[in-house]
């Protein structure tokens, strides 16, 4: 069975601090995809990145760091000097392989409630 | 712009009534997804189809929730009869294989039952 942690409920940062938010992933699976979305306070989920189980390099994007390690099961998502449009709920997930029956399924964390003030 | 389309986009209805949402997943996807997210529950998966079959529904009340592919541009969830507790909103996401498992949402429907 997979499972997804995200163990902060909430993050609350002044504009420009950077802000690190943790997910922790338990799969059995060899083959496995991990994801972060982003859900602002309009309500669309919004896809951010993927990451499949074989591809261990961290990826930046802009103010966005993303830095998977399968050695402790983590997928963390760091957001350099944040800013207030940055507030919204992030979600992290994960999907097994592509070749199993249920490929695509993707179990969600409980999200992490990002707060950034001005 | 591919983007999936959910309708309606907010409902208000009565207890008892048939809700019916609709979805369009993007072209050339083949795997659709129903979601639920509530403020208790989070984001719940209530059924997912592949090639318009069918995958998983085990999420769904059987007892009042229903959910179809009538042709791979449209996806359906319908309640009947509604009650209060369903009031959540309702996504509808598609992937496919080429996305490497990435599914991609909607916009939500808003359900209000009182």
């Known amino acids: 069975a997979q499972k997804v942690t995200q163990a902060q409920t909430e993050i609350s940062v002044v504009e420009k601090e950077d802000v690190t938010l943790d997910c922790v992933y338990e799969?059995?699976?060899?083959?496995?995809?991990l994801f972060w979305y982003k859900q602002p306070p309009s309500g669309e989920l919004v896809f951010l990145i993927r990451?499949?189980?074989?591809?261990?390099q961290n990826e930046i994007s802009g103010r966005y760091s993303w830095n998977f390690q399968k050695s402790t099961s983590s997928f963390n998502f760091t957001i350099t000097a944040s800013q207030v449009v940055d507030s919204a709920v992030y979600f992290c997930a994960l999907s097994e392989g592509a070749y199993r029956s249920n490929a695509g399924k993707s179990t969600f964390g409980d999200g992490t409630t990002l707060t950034v003030k001005p | 712009d591919a983007r999936v389309t959910q309708t309606p986009r907010h409902k208000v209805t009565e207890m008892g009534q048939e809700v019916t949402m609709r979805c369009q997943p993007i072209?050339?996807?083949?795997?659709v997804f129903w979601y639920r997210q509530t403020m208790m529950q989070g984001l719940e998966l209530l059924a997912y189809?592949?090639?318009?079959?069918?995958?998983?529904d085990s999420g769904m009340p059987k007892d009042r929730f229903s959910a179809e592919m009538p042709d791979a541009t449209l996806a359906t969830l319908k309640i009947q009869p509604s009650e209060p507790r369903d009031s959540a909103v309702y996504f509808c996401a598609s992937g496919s294989g080429q996305s490497g498992n990435t599914i991609y949402f909607g916009e939500g429907s808003w359900l209000t039952v009182v």
């Open positions: 990451r499949n189980s074989f591809d261990e």
């Open positions: 189809f592949r090639n318009r079959a069918p995958l998983d």
């Open positions: 799969t059995r699976d060899t083959t496995y995809y």
């Open positions: 072209l050339g996807h083949n795997t």
